[in-house]
């Protein structure tokens, strides 16, 4: 029997679908189809003259819906505030609002075991609100499932019969609040807290709470009073990383630059980067003579191994000691080194000393009234980096020596050293210089002096054209050219991505050997809506055994596919619609279209990856990701069945979003789409010789916030670019930025309404890669 309820009554077709999830091989037989009944026709557009014929089976126990007059007739009123509570009956009762100004309470009064009183709360309303229900266990359960039915006059709600020794009373308060209230409450809900000194600006205001409160709105959004407080410029002004030398997003300073960095400890943990050589010399046998890859850092009077198997070590002075872990960056403290028999040990991280060799290192005197300390919060309060604040280019005690040293340090450059006269020694600490950029101040070059001093290292600072900067932006005939809108097109395969290995240093893989299914991880199946998944042409098939309903639909989707790959293919199942049969589950599948053999595969088989990331942080080391590039090599097959070591999926997917995406092999795309690391001047000059004419008249544009860092603010930020300056994950910047933004900044209501809309529209990236694989 099928019936027509009430959720189908009002519509003008009803269709009844038989043996719909009929397997394969089964038969259905159908004896006879009859409507036996039709109740009612379709409804009118407009409303009758008269009312129908109907049974009329007496007054429901609760209203059917809202209505101006309650069923119960008695309308209890809430006591004047102060005086003496009023006790209701049980059974139905109707309340009425509360007026402004006024809180009224129902509650259940009683006694314990112990004999003392009970107040259970039930409802409250005030303000000449509608009554609700109220927070604890009673109040829940005697609501469970309803609600309280509010009409004009008051609200009804049925109060259970009590053991006798409870009553329920109606109770009713006054409140008020002060001004210093009212501002602070307004506060706690438009800004990130509320503080003293803008609660105390509003109290002394000669405006009534209203208007004050209106005028602090309005002051908030507009940017000529309060400007916009950017998250991108606080990041960049806080940012002061150690670089040893130049990277993609901007150059070291020079040592003779004014704010350039100086530091008293020997061993920081730039110098155990994976991509850099860390051999160590320990030469002499007290005192010591520590070179690092060559070159003289220090001398030490003592120097052993803090390790109980090795206690009477020796120190070899033609054995090279690699660095095995980060030192730690305080006075004497841990210096990890390798020895012959590969332990890793700690010795002494000994402040910078090179007394007696002064004339066969590059040594500057330092006028001691220009070096300050600076950054005490990171080391203690104990002085262990400096700043310069002055330039030596300017005086003519230096000029010729800073003339000689390069523009840019390089990688395994002699150390500089500089001296105090009090006989302190310091050791040249290189730190990223982030020029200014922004709308009203482009730089004139687009940063070519930049990419010219480092060779190539540090991309164009220009910008694209947009109509955020489209005003502001000028013409110049001597600037390089903004990559990012190169529309060259490349094509990502064998020769393209080992090209850009070699040009830029990084590991880019297409990957394979990753699995649809292993050990109870598997991908959805392809049927699922919305749903991205891939495939890939087989030469030989062993089609997958299929619901009709299944295959017909995943044929179809193959079929009709417009992807253009030559090396896989990629579907989307409809975001609506569900062809397929409920019956299969397994999301590995084979099947045949037209002749040709189609294998699910993984998600991301054959996607192109930037995987430098993980040479530096792979548990197994930067071999297990770098000796894939051998002889030009492009493809990494991920070892999910390696024999000696099964990796399964896990470690893929907990890492995966970590790997800049590419795109996919055998894709085209265009040379602008590159991910930021990849798209160097060299990688841009490479596949599109053209933009290597500077001569060309060029539109030179800044962006919003584009700011310069402020050196002598000291260290607050660190930077993703393949080193390290305090040892955390440079991806946390946001989180911090975010913090302090919220704590200081002077536009609370923007930021606050900032976050409200982040919380609707979320574009955070792990939301983003989450749904990676969803149209």
Not at 262 to 288: A, E
Not at 609 to 625: K, Q, R, T
Not at 693 to 714: A, I, L, Y
Not at 744 to 761: E, G, K
Request: aromatic share 10%; proline share 6%; net charge negative.
């Amino acid at each position: 029997v099928f019936e027509v309820d009430q959720d189908l009554a009002s519509c003008a077709d009803v269709y009844v679908e038989l043996g719909r999830w009929v397997h394969e091989g089964t038969a259905l037989v159908v004896d006879d189809v009859k409507i036996l009944q039709r109740t009612t026709l379709s409804p009118t557009l407009s409303p009758t003259f008269s009312p129908t014929e109907s049974i009329d089976a007496g007054p429901t126990s609760t209203p059917t819906i809202k209505t101006d007059a309650p069923t119960t007739s008695f309308l209890f009123t809430c006591p004047d505030a102060g005086t003496s509570p009023i006790e209701l009956p049980t059974g139905p009762v109707m309340l009425q609002h509360a007026g402004y100004g006024k809180l009224c309470t129902l509650t259940k009064v009683g006694s314990s075991d112990a004999g003392n009183e009970t107040v259970v709360p039930i409802a409250r309303s005030y303000d000449n609100n509608s009554w609700e229900k109220s927070a604890g266990e009673f109040a829940t359960s005697l609501f469970y499932g309803k609600e309280i039915l509010c009409y004009i006059s008051g609200c009804q709600l049925m109060l259970p019969p009590t053991d006798g020794s409870a009553v329920y009373l109606l109770s009713a308060y006054t409140y008020s609040l002060s001004e210093k209230d009212q501002y602070a409450r307004f506060l706690e809900t438009a800004t990130f807290g509320v503080t003293k000194e803008e609660l105390d600006s509003m109290t002394a205001s000669s405006r009534n709470v209203n208007e004050e409160i209106a005028v602090w709105v309005s002051n908030q959004m507009n940017e000529t009073v309060i400007p916009v407080t950017s998250h991108r410029e606080n990041w960049r002004r806080g940012l002061n990383p150690r670089v040893p030398t130049s990277t993609s997003i901007g150059i070291p300073h020079h040592p003779c630059d004014k704010n350039s960095r100086w530091r008293k400890i020997t061993f920081v943990r730039n110098d155990n980067m994976w991509h850099v050589d860390k051999k160590l010399r320990v030469i002499g046998n007290g005192p010591f003579r520590l070179e690092l890859n060559g070159w003289m850092r220090t001398i030490v009077d003592d120097f052993w191994v803090d390790h109980s198997e090795y206690t009477d070590y020796i120190f070899d002075p033609t054995f090279d000691y690699e660095l095995c872990n980060n030192p730690e960056e305080m006075i004497n403290g841990r210096l990890y080194i390798k020895l012959q028999d590969e332990t890793c040990v700690s010795v002494q991280n000994p402040v910078v000393n090179v007394a007696g060799y002064e004339s066969n290192l590059i040594m500057f005197d330092l006028p001691d009234e220009e070096v300050n300390p600076i950054d005490l919060n990171w080391t203690n309060e104990e002085p262990l980096e400096f700043i310069l604040e002055t330039s030596l280019f300017d005086d003519p005690t230096f000029s010729s020596m800073c003339s000689e040293l390069p523009l840019v340090p390089e990688l395994g450059d002699e150390p500089i050293f500089g001296k105090m006269s009090d006989g302190t020694y310091l050791l040249f600490d290189p730190r990223l210089v982030v020029q200014k950029n922004d709308l009203d101040n482009p730089i004139i070059d687009g940063g070519k002096n930049a990419v010219l001093a480092s060779g190539g290292d540090t991309f164009c600072s220009n910008v694209p054209r947009t109509f955020l900067n489209e005003e502001t932006c000028v013409i110049s005939s001597d600037a390089c050219k903004p990559s990012a809108n190169n529309q060259v097109d490349i094509l990502l395969e064998n020769s393209t991505i080992a090209a850009i290995n070699n040009l830029t240093g990084h590991y880019v893989y297409a990957i394979q050997g990753l699995l649809v299914s292993y050990e109870g991880i598997s991908l959805q199946h392809p049927c699922t809506p919305g749903l991205r998944s891939r495939w890939e042409p087989q030469s030989t098939c062993i089609p997958t055994e299929l619901y009709n309903a299944t295959n017909a639909t995943l044929h179809e989707l193959i079929l009709k596919s417009g992807d253009q790959n030559p090396y896989i293919r990629d579907i989307y199942f409809p975001q609506t619609e569900s062809g397929c049969d409920v019956g299969d589950m397994d999301p590995v599948i084979e099947i045949e279209v037209n002749g040709q053999c189609w294998k699910r595969v993984h998600d991301e088989h054959m996607s192109t990856f930037d995987m430098s990331y993980w040479v530096e942080n792979h548990p197994g080391g930067p071999n297990a990701i770098q000796k894939w590039a051998q002889n030009n090599g492009t493809i990494l097959i991920y070892p999910s069945v390696l024999e000696r070591e099964p990796h399964g999926m896990s470690r893929w997917n907990n890492n995966w979003q970590k790997f800049s995406y590419v795109g996919r092999f055998g894709d085209t795309l265009r040379l602008g789409d590159l991910p930021n690391d990849l798209r160097s001047e060299q990688v841009t000059n490479y596949f599109d010789p053209s933009s290597n004419d500077h001569q060309t008249e060029v539109w030179v544009c800044g962006s919003p916030f584009e700011v310069n860092n402020k050196k002598n603010d000291g260290f607050l930020f660190d930077a993703d670019n393949g080193y390290q300056t305090m040892g955390w994950n440079p991806g946390s910047n946001r989180k911090y930025v975010w913090l302090m933004t919220a704590l200081s900044a002077t536009d609370q209501l923007r930021q606050r309404v900032a976050w409200a809309i982040a919380q609707i529209i979320v574009v955070v990236k792990d939301a983003i890669d989450s749904e990676y694989g969803k149209s």
